[in-house]
């Protein structure tokens, strides 16, 4: 249990990004919010692949023996490009509902019902 | 972005060349060290944005155009998938280089060693591909938003 | 035949149903012409009467959308004023609603096997 | 606090205490008893591939094709940003 | 306990700090450095995880794209949280 | 370039040439707009061959698995047990469904020829457009669960610029955020649950983790994580206030592939349900599960689709409720999966009227959609109030919009009834009470379709619509398109149903198959 820290870390940064989403009421916390799960996420692929005593899965400079496993290394480096991607176009849509509308609160939107 | 002090610009100068060596390396020995196309391109393309922040997006948007961003970063993505394709005498995305000898096609020595450059068949020029896409996607994504919040700020209600 | 569609209990052919419907429409048409004749046009016949009132103009007596069905809202106003309180088009409450909905069948499929 | 609030409350901590638990008993961290697929890469791919970065024989050619996923995201992403703050949206 | 396992406890704890700032603040550029600051330690974390290829990736993306990106995107918005 | 070349390596040349494509539509724009669309055109009937002739090798012959980056053929490394590499694995339902997709982009694309004519930068449209159709492909016939993730975010991302395309639109960007937010925390739930079962079994191929699949404690929580997720895409009940905001706001041919899109996302969870977790999961409970989703999406959709006064919010809580009829028939014959004799008796066949319920969904959504556009296109109004009197100018229109209507009710002889006749039958046999809540909501759709009919083309011809004509070639092309197959599959039901519709649930149920074309025995 005491070792599983970094687990139950990604748990508590899944819960505070859903907080945010859930009871901010500012677009940009919002997106900030979806930012905090998306590394959260990021921080649980890696932590999957740690093995304790070994190395980083490099041939370069690692000297002969245990390596990490590399294929959440390399999931991981999709979803952080993802996840700016994501960003960048969420950010450009706040703006120009900021333009249209002139606030950023969630309330007050003009598609209801 | 308005342009910044002094101080602030003649540090981006100076800093500038050290990041572009540094992603550039990054980028090209990305099968042998840590790093690749992304993480070399995240680097220049944050280069970038250091000279962006410190000149202001309007003068660094006439030494840098949009649409020239655009077409290299078509350029870089289809290299990628061309690559890709020219393994398709075999699969997709087939490795036709490795082991093969001549460019790119020498076999690294079996356990640790500092390898050579000449390696991993395709896996340099994806790199490359890849790394001048990921540059200049996020420098054109940093760019597009710099200018509109310069138009923005010269509050035309007209424009978008 | 490629049109007949078995099911567990019967059967049902698209093109039997046509031609039922066929027979039916000429049916329905030599009933109609057994009717009167004399049904002419362009006279004080086919004019709208109303009360003896002017006719209204064609915007006017046209029923916008929001007026068609109203007694149906209206009967049923309890309801849709619930059901228009739930939709509130706010992002916030969209993503509460996954969590909601995750955290019902958490406890829904995890505890089945349990208890 | 509304009820909104209240539903929103117990929801997160509901999510939040099976997500725990799923993750205390996952397995240890750091003790990875299964890995059939990662050790065959890491034995093999300096021998299939020849890169000496196994991350990056990987990315590029065991999973290339999520990699060229990605490069289409960020294309992706990239265009509809300049669509978004296009200056002129009529011919 | 050796250092090893104090420090990739007491990291994630900092990881969690951080966010929580990101969150609760009510100045938006402050909670884009908390990020930030959130984007750096979970690079280091990273490399202490032996994941140096994400680890770059992470310090250039996450601490430096995205501030860039946000901070220009409430430049051109409101820098202040409305009111509850 | 023989025929058996082109059949081999089809499942990665249907996702890798319109990405060519797409890459270089920056390098196409400057050769001209006629160019340009014929590109585009080009690559999307290309596209629309290429999936025809798999789908009929894959009914005729068997699934086909393509893999990336080795051998064809070498699904595992020599002498080893499990996948490496990324496999992509098409059977009956994958090629199914890539039909539907094909079609329908190749009428999206049609109607865009003219519909979008007056926009700027339409190199950027058709582009995502392309890129859109790869991520749903990609999704459709990937075997690995991240690189479903991965699509599912190409074609989320590409929508989202596309539903943000007509950004001068007041609510334009309003929409596509809600999208976009919706669709992001959806695909890191799908991320999460996959941490969480590689994390377990060390592998991401989903033939080898119902292998090796135990529905232990993690796995469950997996298993809500993928429901709730694409639950949520697919736009079922709770989670379907984000149908409405972004179907309305996106421009008609987009409109018709998000439909698919949703479709693509349903698909995804029939996967999960039936091939990754199956027989080894709680198969009542889950049923019972998308029963109850399935029908509360029905009422809830319908009812508020009959006061809505924006014409293409309407036709999108009509959609909304369609897709309930799916859930329905998928979660009654999914609950009676671990019962083989009821099963063969309704369940199958319970199944097999929600697939068939699937592509007429696309079609006559499709055709409804257009028909909005087309409106929008004369008059440039959505809103229901200030329309009247349109059928005289506008007869194809109409009488499309007609079919369209007719169909969704499920009105003989239309294809929406076939399948609808065929979940009401099966489900009668289930439990009654849930087929009269459909036969039900069928009456309540047929009273919405009929109000927006009556509001829009019924009625005096209005002073200010004497200068409505009937819409370009182009987009009549693609609405009649939809329309003849409406009329088709209503008229020939068992021609598409023991065609296309039985081998695709005979490769959605045939779990064991699945693993054993990818794992071997």
Same mark, same amino acid.
């Given at each position: 249990?005491?070792?599983?820290?970094?687990?139950?870390?990604?748990?508590?940064?899944?819960?505070?990004?859903?907080?945010?989403?859930?009871?901010?009421?500012?677009?940009?916390?919002?997106?900030?919010?979806?930012?905090?799960?998306?590394?959260?996420?990021?921080?649980?692929?890696?932590?999957?692949?740690?093995?304790?005593?070994?190395?980083?899965?490099?041939?370069?400079?690692?000297?002969?023996?245990?390596?990490?496993?590399?294929?959440?290394?390399?999931?991981?480096?999709?979803?952080?490009?993802?996840?700016?991607?994501?960003?960048?176009?969420?950010?450009?849509?706040?703006?120009?509902?900021?333009?249209?509308?002139?606030?950023?609160?969630?309330?007050?939107?003009?598609?209801?019902? | 972005?308005?342009?910044?002090?002094?101080?602030?610009?003649?540090?981006?100068?100076?800093?500038?060349?050290?990041?572009?060596?540094?992603?550039?390396?990054?980028? *090209?020995? +990305?099968?042998?060290? @840590?790093? !690749?196309?992304?993480? %070399?391109?995240?680097?220049? /393309?944050?280069? &970038?944005?250091?000279?962006?922040?410190?000149?202001?997006?309007?003068?660094?948007?006439?030494?840098?155009?949009?649409?020239?961003?655009?077409?290299?970063?078509?350029?870089?993505?289809?290299?990628?998938?061309?690559?890709?394709?020219?393994?398709?005498?075999?699969?997709?995305?087939?490795?036709?280089?490795?082991?093969?000898?001549? *460019?790119? +096609?020498?076999?690294? @020595?079996? !356990?640790?060693?500092? %390898?050579?450059?000449?390696? /991993?068949?395709? &896996?340099?020029?994806?790199?490359?591909?890849?790394?001048?896409?990921?540059?200049?996607?996020?420098?054109?994504?940093?760019?597009?938003?710099?200018?509109?919040?310069?138009?923005?700020?010269?509050?035309?209600?007209?424009?978008? | 035949?490629?049109?007949?569609?078995?099911?567990?209990?019967?059967?049902?052919?698209?093109?039997?149903?046509?031609?039922?419907?066929?027979?039916?429409?000429?049916?329905?048409?030599?009933?109609?012409?057994?009717?009167?004749?004399?049904?002419?046009?362009?006279?004080?016949?086919?004019?709208?009467?109303?009360?003896?009132?002017?006719?209204?103009?064609?915007?006017?007596?046209?029923?916008?959308?929001?007026?068609?069905?109203?007694?149906?809202?209206?009967?049923?106003?309890?309801?849709?004023?619930?059901?228009?309180?739930?939709?509130?088009?706010?992002?916030?409450?969209?993503?509460?609603?996954?969590?909601?909905?995750?955290?019902?069948?958490?406890?829904?499929?995890?505890?089945?096997?349990?208890? | 606090?509304?009820?909104?609030?209240?539903?929103?409350?117990?929801?997160?901590?509901?999510?939040?205490?099976?997500?725990?638990?799923?993750?205390?008993?996952?397995?240890?961290?750091?003790?990875?008893?299964?890995?059939?697929?990662?050790?065959?890469?890491?034995?093999?791919?300096?021998?299939?591939?020849?890169?000496?970065?196994?991350?990056?024989?990987?990315?590029?050619?065991?999973?290339?094709?999520?990699?060229?996923?990605?490069?289409?995201?960020?294309?992706?992403?990239?265009?509809?940003?300049?669509?978004?703050?296009?200056?002129?949206?009529?011919? | 306990?050796?250092?090893?396992?104090?420090?990739?406890?007491?990291?994630?704890?900092?990881?969690?700090?951080?966010?929580?700032?990101?969150?609760?603040?009510?100045?938006?550029?402050?909670?884009?450095?908390?990020?930030?600051?959130?984007?750096?330690?979970?690079?280091?974390?990273?490399?202490?995880?032996?994941?140096?290829?994400?680890?770059?990736?992470?310090?250039?993306?996450?601490?430096?794209?995205?501030?860039?990106?946000?901070?220009?995107?409430?430049?051109?918005?409101?820098?202040?949280?409305?009111?509850? | 370039?023989?025929?058996?070349?082109?059949?081999?390596?089809?499942?990665?040349?249907?996702?890798?040439?319109?990405?060519?494509?797409?890459?270089?539509?920056?390098?196409?724009?400057?050769?001209?707009?006629?160019?340009?669309?014929?590109?585009?055109?080009?690559?999307?009937?290309?596209?629309?061959?290429?999936?025809?002739?798999?789908?009929?090798?894959?009914?005729?012959?068997?699934?086909?698995?393509?893999?990336?980056?080795?051998?064809?053929?070498?699904?595992?490394?020599?002498?080893?047990?499990?996948?490496?590499?990324?496999?992509?694995?098409?059977?009956?339902?994958?090629?199914?469904?890539?039909?539907?997709?094909?079609?329908?982009?190749?009428?999206?694309?049609?109607?865009?020829?003219?519909?979008?004519?007056?926009?700027?930068?339409?190199?950027?449209?058709?582009?995502?457009?392309?890129?859109?159709?790869?991520?749903?492909?990609?999704?459709?016939?990937?075997?690995?669960?991240?690189?479903?993730?991965?699509?599912?975010?190409?074609?989320?991302?590409?929508?989202?610029?596309?539903?943000?395309?007509?950004?001068?639109?007041?609510?334009?960007?309003?929409?596509?955020?809600?999208?976009?937010?919706?669709?992001?925390?959806?695909?890191?739930?799908?991320?999460?649950?996959?941490?969480?079962?590689?994390?377990?079994?060390?592998?991401?191929?989903?033939?080898?983790?119902?292998?090796?699949?135990?529905?232990?404690?993690?796995?469950?929580?997996?298993?809500?994580?993928?429901?709730?997720?694409?639950?949520?895409?697919?736009?079922?009940?709770?989670?379907?206030?984000?149908?409405?905001?972004?179907?309305?706001?996106?421009?008609?041919?987009?409109?018709?592939?998000?439909?698919?899109?949703?479709?693509?996302?349903?698909?995804?969870?029939?996967?999960?349900?039936?091939?990754?977790?199956?027989?080894?999961?709680?198969?009542?409970?889950?049923?019972?599960?998308?029963?109850?989703?399935?029908?509360?999406?029905?009422?809830?959709?319908?009812?508020?689709?009959?006061?809505?006064?924006?014409?293409?919010?309407?036709?999108?809580?009509?959609?909304?409720?369609?897709?309930?009829?799916?859930?329905?028939?998928?979660?009654?014959?999914?609950?009676?999966?671990?019962?083989?004799?009821?099963?063969?008796?309704?369940?199958?066949?319970?199944?097999?009227?929600?697939?068939?319920?699937?592509?007429?969904?696309?079609?006559?959504?499709?055709?409804?959609?257009?028909?909005?556009?087309?409106?929008?296109?004369?008059?440039?109004?959505?809103?229901?109030?200030?329309?009247?009197?349109?059928?005289?100018?506008?007869?194809?229109?109409?009488?499309?919009?007609?079919?369209?209507?007719?169909?969704?009710?499920?009105?003989?002889?239309?294809?929406?009834?076939?399948?609808?006749?065929?979940?009401?039958?099966?489900?009668?046999?289930?439990?009654?009470?849930?087929?009269?809540?459909?036969?039900?909501?069928?009456?309540?759709?047929?009273?919405?379709?009929?109000?927006?009919?009556?509001?829009?083309?019924?009625?005096?011809?209005?002073?200010?619509?004497?200068?409505?004509?009937?819409?370009?070639?182009?987009?009549?092309?693609?609405?009649?398109?939809?329309?003849?197959?409406?009329?088709?599959?209503?008229?020939?039901?068992?021609?598409?149903?023991?065609?296309?519709?039985?081998?695709?649930?005979?490769?959605?149920?045939?779990?064991?198959?699945?693993?054993?074309?990818?794992?071997?025995?």
């Amino acid at each position: 249990m005491i070792h599983n820290i970094p687990y139950l870390a990604v748990v508590a940064l899944v819960a505070i990004g859903f907080w945010a989403m859930i009871f901010r009421k500012n677009l940009i916390k919002v997106i900030i919010g979806i930012a905090i799960i998306e590394s959260g996420v990021n921080f649980f692929l890696v932590a999957l692949g740690y093995r304790s005593g070994a190395y980083a899965p490099i041939y370069t400079h690692a000297p002969s023996g245990q390596m990490v496993l590399p294929v959440p290394q390399a999931l991981t480096l999709t979803s952080i490009v993802i996840g700016v991607a994501v960003l960048a176009l969420m950010l450009s849509l706040a703006v120009q509902i900021y333009k249209k509308q002139g606030t950023l609160d969630t309330r007050k939107g003009v598609l209801k019902k | 972005m308005s342009e910044m002090s002094k101080i602030v610009r003649s540090i981006s100068n100076l800093l500038l060349p050290f990041i572009l060596i540094y992603g550039f390396y990054i980028i *090209l020995h +990305g099968h042998l060290t @840590p790093g !690749g196309g992304f993480q %070399g391109g995240a680097v220049v /393309a944050s280069g &970038l944005v250091m000279v962006l922040v410190a000149y202001g997006s309007e003068r660094f948007a006439s030494w840098v155009k949009e649409k020239h961003l655009s077409v290299l970063e078509s350029i870089g993505a289809l290299g990628f998938i061309s690559l890709a394709f020219l393994g398709l005498s075999t699969a997709f995305f087939y490795n036709f280089l490795a082991g093969k000898g001549g *460019l790119f +096609g020498d076999i690294p @020595p079996e !356990g640790s060693n500092p %390898g050579a450059l000449n390696t /991993a068949g395709t &896996l340099p020029l994806m790199n490359l591909a890849v790394g001048l896409k990921v540059i200049a996607g996020l420098a054109s994504i940093v760019l597009v938003m710099g200018l509109a919040s310069h138009y923005f700020k010269q509050g035309g209600e007209n424009d978008t | 035949m490629q049109s007949i569609l078995t099911t567990p209990s019967g059967y049902w052919d698209p093109l039997m149903w046509l031609f039922g419907l066929a027979v039916a429409i000429g049916f329905a048409l030599f009933i109609r012409s057994l009717g009167q004749k004399s049904y002419n046009k362009e006279t004080d016949q086919t004019k709208p009467f109303i009360s003896g009132n002017p006719e209204v103009s064609k915007s006017e007596s046209h029923v916008k959308a929001s007026n068609l069905y109203w007694g149906f809202m209206e009967s049923l106003k309890s309801y849709y004023s619930k059901i228009m309180r739930f939709h509130t088009g706010n992002v916030n409450d969209y993503v509460l609603l996954l969590v909601f909905v995750i955290a019902v069948m958490f406890l829904i499929i995890v505890l089945a096997g349990v208890i | 606090m509304s009820k909104r609030d209240l539903v929103g409350v117990i929801s997160l901590l509901i999510l939040v205490g099976f997500l725990g638990l799923g993750a205390a008993s996952m397995r240890e961290f750091g003790v990875v008893d299964r890995a059939y697929m990662d050790d065959y890469i890491i034995s093999h791919s300096q021998d299939e591939v020849g890169a000496n970065n196994a991350v990056t024989s990987v990315v590029f050619d065991y999973r290339g094709f999520d990699t060229l996923g990605e490069a289409t995201i960020l294309f992706a992403a990239v265009v509809g940003v300049i669509v978004i703050f296009r200056r002129e949206v009529h011919e | 306990m050796d250092l090893l396992s104090l420090v990739h406890i007491i990291l994630p704890l900092l990881i969690v700090v951080a966010a929580g700032f990101a969150v609760l603040l009510r100045d938006l550029i402050s909670c884009t450095i908390a990020l930030a600051a959130m984007s750096l330690l979970l690079s280091l974390e990273f490399y202490i995880l032996h994941a140096p290829d994400v680890a770059i990736a992470e310090a250039g993306v996450g601490a430096c794209i995205t501030t860039a990106i946000i901070i220009l995107a409430i430049s051109m918005t409101k820098r202040e949280e409305d009111e509850r | 370039m023989s025929i058996d070349w082109l059949l081999i390596h089809s499942p990665a040349l249907i996702i890798a040439v319109p990405l060519f494509a797409a890459f270089a539509m920056p390098l196409i724009k400057k050769l001209g707009n006629k160019t340009r669309n014929g590109v585009a055109l080009a690559t999307v009937l290309l596209i629309e061959i290429l999936v025809i002739m798999l789908a009929k090798d894959v009914f005729a012959s068997g699934a086909r698995s393509y893999v990336f980056g080795a051998e064809p053929g070498l699904t595992l490394p020599s002498g080893y047990i499990v996948p490496i590499r990324i496999l992509f694995h098409v059977d009956g339902m994958s090629a199914f469904m890539a039909i539907i997709s094909a079609t329908i982009a190749l009428v999206a694309v049609i109607y865009s020829l003219k519909f979008m004519e007056k926009e700027t930068a339409l190199d950027r449209y058709y582009l995502l457009l392309l890129l859109m159709m790869v991520g749903m492909f990609g999704m459709e016939f990937t075997a690995d669960l991240f690189n479903m993730f991965v699509f599912l975010e190409v074609l989320s991302i590409a929508s989202c610029g596309l539903v943000a395309y007509r950004i001068h639109l007041a609510d334009a960007p309003e929409g596509a955020l809600k999208f976009m937010v919706i669709s992001s925390i959806g695909a890191l739930m799908v991320l999460l649950a996959t941490g969480f079962l590689y994390g377990q079994y060390d592998a991401l191929n989903i033939a080898q983790l119902a292998k090796e699949l135990q529905f232990n404690f993690i796995d469950k929580i997996a298993l809500v994580l993928l429901l709730g997720a694409f639950a949520m895409k697919c736009g079922s009940f709770p989670m379907h206030q984000w149908v409405p905001d972004t179907y309305s706001v996106a421009p008609a041919p987009i409109s018709i592939l998000l439909v698919v899109s949703t479709q693509v996302s349903l698909y995804a969870l029939f996967r999960v349900v039936f091939t990754l977790y199956g027989i080894s999961s709680n198969v009542v409970v889950v049923g019972w599960y998308l029963i109850v989703l399935g029908l509360s999406t029905l009422f809830i959709g319908v009812t508020m689709a009959i006061p809505q006064k924006d014409i293409k919010r309407l036709i999108s809580y009509l959609g909304v409720s369609q897709i309930g009829y799916m859930l329905i028939a998928v979660g009654v014959g999914f609950s009676l999966f671990a019962n083989p004799v009821e099963f063969e008796i309704y369940g199958f066949r319970a199944i097999e009227g929600g697939i068939f319920q699937l592509i007429n969904d696309s079609m006559y959504m499709g055709l409804l959609f257009l028909v909005s556009g087309a409106l929008y296109y004369r008059i440039g109004t959505r809103n229901l109030d200030s329309m009247g009197g349109l059928a005289r100018p506008m007869k194809v229109t109409s009488i499309c919009f007609l079919i369209g209507s007719l169909a969704i009710a499920g009105i003989p002889p239309f294809n929406g009834f076939a399948s609808k006749f065929m979940i009401y039958e099966t489900v009668y046999r289930f439990n009654p009470i849930i087929s009269i809540v459909a036969m039900l909501v069928s009456v309540l759709t047929l009273a919405a379709m009929v109000r927006a009919f009556s509001a829009a083309f019924m009625g005096p011809s209005l002073p200010e619509f004497k200068e409505v004509r009937e819409v370009p070639k182009s987009m009549i092309l693609g609405m009649v398109i939809l329309a003849s197959m409406v009329v088709f599959f209503g008229l020939f039901p068992s021609l598409i149903v023991d065609n296309l519709v039985e081998p695709a649930v005979r490769a959605l149920i045939s779990r064991p198959s699945y693993i054993i074309s990818l794992l071997g025995g």
